[in-house]
Structures are given as C-alpha cells and as structure tokens.
C-alpha cells in the first residue's frame, strides 16, 4: 500500500509533451518537484506511440535527480490506453497518472490491474478530476483509499475539461468552480491524499499567474500543475514555507517535545497559545521545508 502521509512537496508539477525528446531533455534542468511525462492531451494521434517509446526511455535512462516522474497515460478507454500502461508499469515511474476517472470502480479497476500486472508497490496511482461525474462522488473515489490494494495518492484537477463539461464560464478569480475544487479538497483531506490544483492557461498574464497560485495555496491544494517551466519558479516559492515561519513551527514542535508538556494539549509558546492541532501543522510545515532542502542539495 502506498503511504498516504509522507510529506513530498508538489509544488509545482509541470507536464511535459512526451513526443517532444528536446523537452524531455530540457526537463532534467528545471526545478520542478514533480514532472508528469504526458501521452494524452499533448500528444496528437499519429505520434502517441512514438511518445510511449520515447516517455519509457527517458525514464529509464534518468538523469532527472529527485524529482518525482510521473507518466500520464491515455484514457482505459482509447485504442492507446492499455498499452501505455503495461509499458509505464515496466518503467517503474514515481506514479501513473490516469485520466477521465470519474467513479470509485474506475478506482478499483486500476488498482486491479496494477496487481495483476505484479507491478512494483513504488508505483503509486494519480487520478485526473475533470468530469461532472467525477465531482460528484469524489468522497467515494477517495474512499477507496481505504482498500487495502490501494495505490491511489494524488488527485489531479482537470479544470479545462471540468469548465467544459459544466459549460462554465472560467473567470479571473475561478468563482464558478469553487465548489467543485473544495468538494475535491474535503475529500482528499478527509482520507491523505495529495491534491495538485489545475493549470493557468494564460502564459502571458504574469500577474493573473501569480494570483492563481497563491488562491491555489489559500484554498488548500498542495501545488499546482504548470504548463510551461517558466512557471515553476513563482509556484515554488509561493509554495515553499517563509524562513519565519519555518523557525516558528520550530519552536512549537521543540515545546510541545519537552517534558513538561509532553501530555499537554495547550501550551503557551512566545506569548501565544498553542494547541495540538498547531503542532500538528508545525511538524508538516518543518518536514516540507526539509524535504524541499533535501531535493535542492540532491540536484546539485
């Protein structure tokens, strides 16, 4: 079973086209956390077995240092699918990601034929949130993270399609979607799951590109899926704990350690009081400041 409460930054997760061997290449200098090696949505008809070829042996060459591979594979459901994933699971990536599922049985079936494929227990499973479908019983997909053969460990926001399906209108501040990016954030906090929030279209709004990102952190997500390596840096670092607030949770994780307080639920810590749920959120925010120090030294 994959371990939901690892603490992985997912600050920024940047699809890259898998027929384009160039920007496979050029992806093992960009400082994405996470890089999904796309064979859906990038790739045209004519070149999707090209792309498979060309995903699985980027993978197995490496070079890409600690950042987290993920391949995206075309839909069960297409004359591609299968294919692409009986040739991720030989690869080993960090995770598949499937698109266009939208019940708990989709859920069930993937991690069913991860078993019978006898594919190794690192390989974890990311499912695309982008149908009304989808919304709608995202509790019961999460929940299947319960199942003792469960691989599934992020969500991933499909919002264009999502937009597309609910014949929406997508505005500046996303108000027409709010409900169905909290719905899916519940649910994934409800049972450990990652979650990454969907793409920002407009490579040329610099401004409307930050304000997206930092909604995306205020309202929850663990980070957010990029369309171009420009957007990695600002996703970072809107991302990453301040240094203050680092040496903060610091200092409430040291106190609530002693042993004075050690069968506390309320301190006092400078001043303020603290409660156990405020450890609790010091010791995430200390472990994925040193998760991402660790991933900076490890692609030196």
Known sequence: ???????????????????????????????????????????????????????CSAIQKGGY????????????????GEADFESA????????LVPKVSSPDDVRNLNQIFKTSGAESKIALWVMLETPKAILSV?????????????LANFIMGTNDLAKDMQLIQTEDRTPLLTSLSLCILSARAFGIGITDGVYNDLKNLEGFSSSVRQSRELGFDGKTLIHPGQVGPCNEEFSPLPEEVRAAKEIVAAFELPENKNKGVITVNGKMVELLHAEIARRTVSISESIAAMKLNSK
């Open 139 to 151: 509790l019961q997909i999460a929940e299947v993270s319960m199942d003792r053969e469960n691989r």
């Open 89 to 96: 699971i030989k690869v080993e990536p960090d995770a598949i």
């Open 1 to 55: 079973m994959v371990n939901q409460q690892t603490v992985r930054p997912r600050r920024s997760v940047l699809y890259m086209p898998g027929a384009n061997e160039r920007a496979l290449e050029k992806a093992k200098g960009i400082p994405a956390d996470s890089l999904i090696l796309d064979l859906e949505d990038s790739v045209a008809p004519d070149l999707k077995v090209e792309a498979r070829k060309r995903v």
């Open 65 to 80: 240092g600690s950042r987290e591979l993920v391949i995206r594979i075309n839909s069960l459901d297409t004359p591609w």
